[in-house]
């Protein structure tokens, strides 16, 4: 088992290997891949399409993608504008009052959709524009620091072995605000499955990432604020790590600037 990093030291940025994620600690670390696009998978376990049932203002559309063949699948980022790594803020909207992290297991492809590794993503989400109206979708997903990957990239020994997700939010004194988490053995559709949807007549280019679907959900009323850490573990592969900032304040310095 290798896990795959970037880190930031003396010299600029440079890649390292390391065999665990506890000696990952050491380092300054940066997002472990730069995607020329980031794609997500949703509504992939039954907590999800339950919790998408309950906010939204038409409830059908959820039951029907979760039985369906094809799955929901949708552009999160290109040029990785809106996608931040450990320790960089993730943005909550300002014209948003429900705003969540989205803990998923974010796939790395390679050459024609093939699975290459493993890291954590956050797919942030405003919960009360998505529940508006399912044609909102993009505006709910897509903006400044709706994006995190991190902290390595893990090339599994075995690609059938389920992840564990934990999720926890902690306040600006460091108290624990919410803590959930899943197992990717809940998730109602593979992860070959979902890459060979999304490289249908599609040219997803190599080195892209794709999310497959949140399994943990906070109760309906939390919602993340700036001064938020969000911390999401898997173990054998470590913890993403990010406060919480404005997606206005990032939008203006943000990675598009660079
Ligand atoms: O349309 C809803 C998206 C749901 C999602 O992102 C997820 O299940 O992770
Ligand atoms: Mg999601």
Redesign the pocket.
């Known amino acids: 088992m290798t896990l795959q990093f970037r880190y930031r030291d003396g010299d600029g940025v440079r890649t390292g290997t390391v065999a665990n994620a506890e000696e990952l600690d050491a380092y300054d670390l940066l997002i472990p891949v730069e995607p020329p696009e980031v794609w997500?998978a949703?509504v992939t376990y039954e907590r999800?399409r339950d919790a998408r049932i309950e906010e939204s203002a038409v409830e059908d559309v959820y039951s029907l993608v979760y039985d369906a063949d094809r799955p929901e699948l949708f552009l999160k980022d290109a040029a990785c504008r809106r996608t931040v790594g450990p320790g960089e803020p993730i943005g909550v909207r300002a014209d948003s009052a429900w705003n969540v992290p989205?803990p998923?297991i974010a796939l790395v492809l390679g050459e024609g959709g093939s699975l290459v590794g493993v890291t954590i993503g956050n797919?942030v989400?405003s919960r009360d524009i998505e529940g508006a109206n399912p044609l909102y979708l993009p505006q709910a997903k897509v903006y400044a620091g709706a994006c995190a990957l991190g902290p390595a990239v893990l090339v599994p020994d075995d690609w059938s072995a389920p992840f564990e997700i934990r999720l926890r939010i902690l306040d600006a004194d460091g108290a624990m605000v919410f803590e959930g988490e899943t197992s990717t053995a809940r998730m109602t559709r593979s992860f070959e499955e979902l890459a060979g949807w999304l490289l249908r007549d599609n040219p997803v280019p190599p080195g892209s990432v794709l999310?497959t679907?949140?399994g943990v959900v906070p109760p309906d009323d939390f919602t993340l604020e700036p001064g938020h850490v969000v911390e999401i573990s898997v173990p054998g592969i470590g913890t993403l790590r990010n406060p919480v900032g404005r997606a206005g304040d990032l939008a203006a310095t943000g990675r598009s600037e660079s």
């Open positions: 997500c949703g999800s989205e998923e797919d989400s999310l679907g949140t």
